[in-house]
């Protein structure tokens, strides 16, 4: 708690042993740190989840210990988990249980942040929100301190995303300082400042990037057109004839993963990593500039265990024995921590 007021945020923590008398009230984060690995009553386990995702107002972020942590946990078998020798019970949980279980408990679907943490939305539009920003990368507009400037960014977004924005895209100050212009002005300083080639390449960027999306959100199962983010609808009226026609190509995009030559061919052609008989191996810097189809192999397997904070070399395997099609090669492509 003092570390989250250090940084400016209001928090109050509660705990019933080291602080029972705090009372506990609805927030829009609430954050159940290390709680369900150490409860050793399923019961109480669930009822501790329960209580959590009813005070959250806009998100609940679940954090356990995994099972790849036992070699450091040394005790007797209790229950479902272990009893240490300090008299503390520890259930390890898998990589996909916890979100199976944090799933199961608040009726949504969750989003592996990273391995071992949880996101439970309380609104789907927060959520593909969140998975919005976490393939699309190149959604920041430059800063604007005058008229010039905000032309300047304006145009930078659209070599960048391949389409002129809307004006809710717009940050508020960029809006302000280009409101006494006419959109018919606006337009002609674009088209008149905008490199036609950046705009054609900031356009096939995009339309892979939203084929990306649809592919990774068909895991948690697709919804409405008007669920997704403003932006991403605004790209697919853009790009594809319709959501439907979208949805398509990224359903024949995830069928790709299936297909052992295609993906190897995918992992010869990559201008980034080194590539070994048995993996490819990518620095976090390059992921953006693999073939689409390795970005949604690495995005497959961040749904199943999350990305680590700090890894910075991601392992894709091509090679080995596959007993589920190609869900058995996503598990495998791991980020891997502190390399």
């Known amino acids: 708690m003092r570390a989250l007021r250090h940084m400016g945020c209001v928090a109050v923590g509660w705990d019933p042993f080291y602080q029972p008398d705090v009372r506990v009230e609805p927030c829009p984060v609430v954050l159940l740190t290390y709680v369900l690995n150490v409860i050793e009553d399923p019961a109480e386990r669930h009822r501790t989840l329960r209580r959590a995702w009813e005070l959250a107002g806009t998100v609940l972020i679940v954090s356990a210990r995994l099972t790849w942590e036992r070699s450091k946990v040394s005790g007797e078998e209790y229950g479902d988990g272990l009893l240490t020798r300090r008299k503390t019970f520890q259930h390890l949980y898998g990589a996909s249980e916890l979100r199976t279980y944090v799933e199961e408990v608040t009726g949504v679907r969750a989003v592996s942040a990273s391995p071992g943490i949880i996101y ?6 927060a959520r593909l929100s969140y998975l ?3 393939i699309i990368a190149d959604d920041q507009w430059l800063a604007s301190d005058d008229t010039t400037s905000a032309i300047a960014a304006l145009v930078d977004h659209v070599e960048r995303r391949g389409r002129p924005p809307r004006l809710e895209e717009m940050p508020v100050p960029t809006a302000q300082l280009l409101e006494h212009l006419r959109p018919a002005e606006v337009n002609r300083l674009v088209r008149e400042s905008a490199d036609p080639a950046k705009v054609d390449e900031g356009a096939k960027r995009t339309t892979l ?14 919804g409405p057109f008007t669920s997704l983010p403003l932006t991403v609808q605004l790209d697919i009226r853009a790009f594809f004839s319709s959501y439907k026609e979208a949805c398509k190509r990224a359903d024949r995009l995830l069928l790709k993963l299936r297909d052992d030559t295609y993906v190897r061919g995918a992992m010869n052609a990559s201008a980034v990593g080194k590539l070994t008989p048995t993996a490819l191996y990518v620095h976090r810097r390059a992921v953006e500039r693999m073939p689409t189809v390795l970005r949604l192999y690495e995005h497959c397997a961040s749904i199943v265990a999350g990305r680590p904070q700090d890894w910075t070399v991601t392992k894709l395997c091509h090679r080995g024995e596959r007993s589920a099609g190609w869900t058995t ?5 791991t980020p891997i921590p502190g390399c």
């Open 132 to 134: 919005a920003r976490r």
């Open 209 to 222: 990037n939203t084929l990306l999306f649809l592919a990774v959100e068909l895991f948690n199962g697709r």
């Open 120 to 125: 439970a939305f309380k609104d789907d539009t």
């Open 329 to 333: 090669r996503t598990s495998t492509a």
